[in-house]
């Protein structure tokens, strides 16, 4: 294994050790999956012209997603900084 291998299974690792700590419930996962499908439901009834409410959907979805990324992005910070702090107390 080189080392860049190793160092890639490490980023995933800790990546799914971060995604399993923000693991919605089943609850709260049905709610989401209700209300999505109730949005594309009303979607799909609307005139094409109502492109207001899609956009409204669109970045709402886009949102769900970038919370996501904003998580593992600020714990990759933290992860970074405490490498640095214990490289630098070796």
């Known amino acids: 294994m080189t080392e860049q291998e190793l160092l890639d299974m490490i980023v995933l690792e800790r990546i799914s050790a971060l995604l399993a700590t923000q ?24 005139p094409m012209s109502d492109s207001q409410i899609l956009s409204q959907y669109i970045n709402y979805m886009a949102e769900q997603l970038a ?6 992005y600020r714990h990759g910070f933290i992860d970074g900084i405490r490498l640095g702090k214990l490289f630098n107390s070796l």
């Open 23 to 46: 693991q919605k419930s089943a609850e709260e996962k049905q709610k989401e999956l209700r209300l999505i499908s109730q949005a594309e439901a009303l979607i799909q009834s609307l």
């Open 67 to 72: 919370f996501e990324e904003a998580f593992l």
